[in-house]
């Protein structure tokens, strides 16, 4: 299954729940995501089911003012 | 209420647009916005809530101006060094538009009475730089049900959120990013490029004066990110989260 984390093409060889796709990919906490340009609640993180061509963005939180 | 000939003529060029005009000028005098945190972003935000003839602006900020603020808080000047900023702001602003009314509260949000406060007034912009500020602000605007508008920048990033508590479904602050620790990153010890705050800074005025104007036409239940080097702007639908322990209608 092909998909995208922050615009880099990945292949995932089973589906994957989001919390470890992007965990694998590198993301430290904390951080916000978003598939498809709509936010993901943490709470839905883990049990988040992925399709093909689905689009990641890893949000960092900016506190600074 | 009425414009005087004074106000008709400064806000000319708002009384022309269709979209604010003479009932939206009048909606903004009668209006009450808090800005807490008078740094990089509350300046410019300030600045424009001002000149735009919104009728009552409450200063947050503890602090006094050093050196190192100059690079970005484009209200102070060099002979400002050392003074309140709060103060100094209002100041500024009382000279840019005697008409309109500027309370300073030189304390942290935390010891300022902060819900009493923002129960009369229409719109909070958050412009500070820590982790627990935003918290704090953000549950007591969500409690008394006053629309949020959330800015942040650091190095080369911006963000902003506008949150309209008076809508259940409305998400929060929290629902976004629910585990910040203080240990993060802020403008002293990471960096930032000064007209990003101006950017930002911007938006916020811009999204309190439609908010103020016409609630449909803001930028609710987005997260706006700002990418300074790459010059992009990204846009992202949020939800509330239903386990959000501020929000969260399943805690």
């Known amino acids: 299954m092909k998909i995208t984390v922050n615009g880099q093409a990945i292949e995932l060889t089973q589906a994957q729940p989001l919390l470890k796709v992007v965990e694998d990919f590198g993301a430290l906490a904390p951080f916000a995501l978003a598939v498809n340009g709509q936010f993901v609640p943490k709470s839905q993180h883990q049990a988040f089911v992925l399709n093909e061509g689905d689009m990641i963005d890893i949000l960092s939180p900016v506190q600074g003012g | 209420m009425q414009l005087s000939s004074q106000e008709q003529l400064r806000y000319s060029r708002h009384l022309l647009l269709d979209k604010i005009g003479e009932a939206g000028q009048l909606k903004l005098k009668k209006s009450h916005v808090v800005i807490v945190g008078c740094g990089g972003l509350g300046c410019p935000a300030a600045l424009y809530l001002a000149a735009s003839g919104v009728g009552e602006l409450t200063l947050i900020d503890a602090d006094n101006i050093e050196l190192s603020n ?7 000047k060099t002979n400002h ?8 702001a209002a100041n500024q602003l009382q000279a840019l538009n005697p008409e309109i009314k500027l309370n300073t509260i030189e304390n942290t949000v935390e010891n300022a009475d902060f819900s009493a406060l923002i129960n009369t007034a229409d719109i909070v912009l958050d412009c500070t730089d820590n982790a627990a500020s935003r918290y704090f602000i953000n549950r007591a605007c969500w409690q008394q049900q006053v629309a949020l508008v959330s800015g942040a920048a650091i190095r080369g990033e911006g963000q902003l959120m506008v949150f309209n508590f008076s809508e259940q479904s409305s998400p929060c602050y929290q629902c976004v990013y629910p585990d910040l620790s203080e240990e993060n990153l802020n403008c002293s010890n990471a960096g930032v490029v000064s007209p990003v705050l101006g950017i930002i800074g911007s938006m ?40 959000c322990k501020i929000c969260g209608k399943n805690e």
């Open chain 2, 70 to 76: 100059l690079q970005r808080q484009i209200l102070y």
């Open chain 2, 81 to 88: 060094l050392k003074r309140s900023k709060v103060q100094t």
């Open chain 2, 204 to 243: 916020q005025a811009l999204e309190a004066i439609k908010l103020l104007v016409d609630k449909k036409s803001s930028q609710q239940n987005k997260l706006l990110c700002f990418d300074a080097w790459q010059m992009s702007f990204h846009q992202f639908n949020l939800i509330a989260d239903e386990h």
